[in-house]
């Protein structure tokens, strides 16, 4: 799924739109395009994989509208 077709339901609860955003994060993250880039900026810059996927996983989340459930 485009990270901008993304979108949570308000109706649902919050601990269910919570999950929903944490899954979409994790499913992101691994594909496979996703998880070359994160490899290849660690070699380049000598930062660990774990941190360049964390900051990966903080931007994701950075830019997701709570209030509308749609990403910016």
């Keep these: 799924m485009n990270i901008n077709n993304f979108k949570i ?7 269910v739109q ?4 944490v899954n979409f994060i994790e ?4 594909e496979e ?3 070359k880039i994160i490899e ?4 380049s810059t ?6 360049i996927e964390f900051d990966f996983k ?3 989340t950075a830019n ?6 749609n990403n910016f």
């Design 9 to 15: 339901n308000k109706d649902d609860d919050v601990l």
């Design 18 to 21: 919570s999950k929903k955003l």
């Design 27 to 30: 499913k992101k993250t691994q």
């Design 33 to 35: 395009n996703i998880k």
């Design 40 to 43: 290849t900026l660690s070699v």
């Design 46 to 51: 000598n930062i660990p994989h774990a941190d």
């Design 58 to 60: 903080k931007n994701l």
């Design 64 to 69: 997701h509208d709570f209030r509308s459930g």
